[in-house]
Protein backbone atom coordinates (compact mmCIF):
# COMPACT_ATOMS: atom_id res chain seq x y z
CA UNK A 1 0.00 0.00 0.00
CA UNK A 2 1.14 3.31 -0.47
CA UNK A 3 1.13 4.86 3.18
CA UNK A 4 1.79 8.62 3.46
CA UNK A 5 0.19 9.04 -0.29
CA UNK A 6 -3.57 7.82 1.08
CA UNK A 7 -5.53 9.95 3.88
CA UNK A 8 -8.76 7.55 4.37
CA UNK A 9 -10.28 10.45 6.62
CA UNK A 10 -10.48 12.77 4.12
CA UNK A 11 -14.11 13.13 2.28
CA UNK A 12 -14.41 13.58 -1.58
CA UNK A 13 -14.54 17.27 -3.20
CA UNK A 14 -18.02 16.44 -4.22
CA UNK A 15 -20.31 14.24 -6.68
CA UNK A 16 -18.27 15.56 -9.91
CA UNK A 17 -15.39 16.16 -11.70
CA UNK A 18 -14.22 19.38 -10.06
CA UNK A 19 -12.47 20.73 -13.26
CA UNK A 20 -15.77 19.98 -15.46
CA UNK A 21 -18.21 21.45 -13.21
CA UNK A 22 -16.39 24.70 -13.14
CA UNK A 23 -15.87 24.61 -16.96
CA UNK A 24 -19.39 23.03 -17.52
CA UNK A 25 -17.87 20.43 -18.86
CA UNK A 26 -18.63 16.37 -18.97
CA UNK A 27 -16.90 13.02 -17.86
CA UNK A 28 -17.11 9.40 -18.87
CA UNK A 29 -15.83 8.34 -15.40
CA UNK A 30 -14.56 9.62 -11.81
CA UNK A 31 -11.66 9.01 -10.06
CA UNK A 32 -11.10 10.57 -6.38
CA UNK A 33 -7.41 11.13 -5.32
CA UNK A 34 -6.87 9.10 -2.19
CA UNK A 35 -4.32 12.15 -0.62
CA UNK A 36 -6.95 14.96 -0.56
CA UNK A 37 -10.58 13.84 -1.94
CA UNK A 38 -10.42 15.98 -5.30
CA UNK A 39 -12.78 14.33 -7.98
CA UNK A 40 -11.09 14.46 -11.41
CA UNK A 41 -12.42 12.81 -14.93
CA UNK A 42 -10.65 9.35 -15.95
CA UNK A 43 -8.46 9.45 -18.68
CA UNK A 44 -11.10 8.42 -21.28
CA UNK A 45 -12.82 11.60 -20.79
CA UNK A 46 -11.89 15.19 -22.67
CA UNK A 47 -10.27 16.70 -19.68
CA UNK A 48 -8.65 14.16 -17.83
CA UNK A 49 -8.79 16.02 -15.02
CA UNK A 50 -7.89 13.11 -12.51
CA UNK A 51 -4.16 12.81 -14.06
CA UNK A 52 -3.78 16.39 -14.38
CA UNK A 53 -4.72 16.67 -10.60
CA UNK A 54 -1.84 13.95 -10.02
CA UNK A 55 0.54 16.17 -12.59
CA UNK A 56 0.11 19.17 -10.56
CA UNK A 57 -0.25 17.95 -7.33
CA UNK A 58 2.25 15.19 -7.01
CA UNK A 59 -0.55 13.10 -5.35
CA UNK A 60 0.56 9.91 -6.78
CA UNK A 61 -2.86 7.77 -5.77
CA UNK A 62 -6.26 7.70 -6.98
CA UNK A 63 -9.18 5.10 -6.56
CA UNK A 64 -12.49 4.95 -9.17
CA UNK A 65 -15.17 6.53 -7.79
CA UNK A 66 -17.85 4.40 -9.84
CA UNK A 67 -20.20 2.59 -8.21
CA UNK A 68 -19.02 -0.59 -7.65
CA UNK A 69 -15.63 -0.10 -8.53
CA UNK A 70 -12.76 -0.24 -5.33
CA UNK A 71 -9.57 -0.22 -6.97
CA UNK A 72 -6.76 2.27 -6.79
CA UNK A 73 -3.78 3.45 -8.98
CA UNK A 74 -0.72 4.54 -8.29
CA UNK A 75 0.60 6.97 -11.39
CA UNK A 76 4.13 6.39 -10.36
CA UNK A 77 4.35 2.51 -11.02
CA UNK A 78 1.31 2.59 -13.59
CA UNK A 79 -0.11 0.13 -11.47
CA UNK A 80 -3.07 -1.78 -9.44
CA UNK A 81 -2.71 -1.05 -5.57
CA UNK A 82 -4.36 -2.21 -3.09
CA UNK A 83 -6.08 0.76 -0.87
CA UNK A 84 -7.92 0.96 2.17
CA UNK A 85 -11.43 1.76 2.81
CA UNK A 86 -11.84 5.58 2.08
CA UNK A 87 -14.18 8.49 3.91
CA UNK A 88 -18.05 8.03 2.48
CA UNK A 89 -19.15 8.29 -0.11
CA UNK A 90 -16.90 5.89 -2.08
CA UNK A 91 -18.45 6.81 -5.80
CA UNK A 92 -21.08 8.80 -7.54
CA UNK A 93 -24.24 8.81 -7.06
CA UNK A 94 -25.54 5.39 -8.50
CA UNK A 95 -28.43 7.61 -10.45
CA UNK A 96 -25.74 10.17 -12.07
CA UNK A 97 -25.69 9.47 -16.03
CA UNK A 98 -22.91 7.78 -17.56
CA UNK A 99 -21.47 9.88 -19.35
CA UNK A 100 -22.57 13.06 -17.12
CA UNK A 101 -23.52 15.21 -16.08
CA UNK A 102 -27.18 14.92 -17.15
CA UNK A 103 -27.77 17.58 -19.42
CA UNK A 104 -23.95 18.94 -20.66
CA UNK A 105 -23.08 15.50 -22.33
CA UNK A 106 -23.40 16.44 -26.05
CA UNK A 107 -24.93 14.41 -28.55
CA UNK A 108 -21.26 13.56 -30.64
CA UNK A 109 -19.61 12.48 -27.56
CA UNK A 110 -18.38 9.39 -28.85
CA UNK A 111 -17.25 11.34 -31.89
CA UNK A 112 -15.49 13.86 -29.72
CA UNK A 113 -13.60 10.94 -27.82
CA UNK A 114 -12.56 9.15 -31.03
CA UNK A 115 -11.09 12.76 -32.86
CA UNK A 116 -8.92 13.25 -29.82
CA UNK A 117 -7.62 9.85 -29.94
CA UNK A 118 -7.22 10.59 -33.71
CA UNK A 119 -5.33 13.38 -33.28
CA UNK A 120 -3.32 12.04 -30.26
CA UNK A 121 -2.64 8.79 -32.63
CA UNK A 122 -1.11 11.34 -35.47
CA UNK A 123 -4.22 10.66 -37.43
Not at 69 to 84: A, N
Not at 90 to 106: F, I, K, L, M, Q
Amino acid sequence: MAGTDIDAAVAPSGTGCVECDELGGWWVHLRRCAGCGHIGCCDSSLGRHATAHFHATGHPIMQSFEPGEEWFWDYRTGELIDGPALAPPDCRPTDASVPGPAGRVPADWRAQLAARDAREAGG
